[in-house]
Structures are given as C-alpha cells and as structure tokens.
C-alpha cells in the first residue's frame, strides 16, 4: 500500500514548500498522545532519512519514519477549508477508532 494525497493536498504542500523555498516534502508520522493513544504529526521534511519510506502521490514527495509507517500504511490525506479554519485530515484504513476532535486514533 501507500500513502497518498487528494488533489488539495497536494496542492498545498506545494504552494506551501514554494512559498518556503525549500523542502523535500510532507513528513507524516505519529506520537503516542491524545485522547485515542495515537496522534498525527504533518510537518514539511528538510532531510530524507536513511530509513524513511517516500511515497509520491500527485507529484508530492510523502515522507514516512519507519516506525510510524505500520500505523499509516494505506492513508489518504486530505486538505479541507471551512471559514477560517483550514486542516489536514486523514482516511486511514487502520484507525479502528478516533476521538471526538479526529486528532487522535487507536489501532489494534
């Protein structure tokens, strides 16, 4: 499987990092934290490491931390604007389930 992005993603990623001026990419991870166990972690990636997994989806380099990917595998990451807020949000086919807020998820 892979990670992949929509159309809106992957397009801001890319108005963000020319913008920027730099980066490799969007760094997708998780932390143990939340109300669920597991939270998302989206950042820009200035480096590629040695044990990252890149995924490229809409011509966006996804970048993943070896030890994340096993929560990750499979998700699609979506880029939503409602009023003034504006957010990533993910489809992932491994949460089996979320809290209230979508900012954290639990597997089995």
């Known amino acids: 499987m892979a990670i992949t992005l929509t159309k809106a ?3 801001r990623v890319r108005e963000y ?4 001026g730099y980066g490799e990419g969007l760094r997708l991870g998780v932390r143990t934290t939340g ?13 590629i490491d040695e044990k990252d997994s890149i995924h490229v989806s809409q011509g966006v380099n996804v970048i ?6 096993k929560y990750l595998d ?7 604007v ?3 807020s504006a ?3 993910f489809k ?17």
Do not use: H, W
């Not at 499979?74 to 939503?80: F, H, N, S």
């Not at 491994?94 to 809290?99: F, L, V």
């Open 35 to 47: 109300c669920s166990g597991l939270a998302y972690v989206v950042d820009y990636a200035d480096k």
């Open 17 to 20: 990092l020319s913008v920027r």
């Open 64 to 69: 993943v931390d070896s030890d994340s990917m």
């Open 92 to 108: 992932n086919p491994n949460a089996k389930d979320e809290c209230g807020c979508g900012e954290s998820f639990t597997v089995d």
């Open 87 to 89: 957010v990533f949000k």
């Open 82 to 84: 409602d009023g003034l």
């Open 74 to 80: 499979g998700t699609e990451i979506d880029y939503q």
């Open 9 to 11: 993603a992957a397009g």
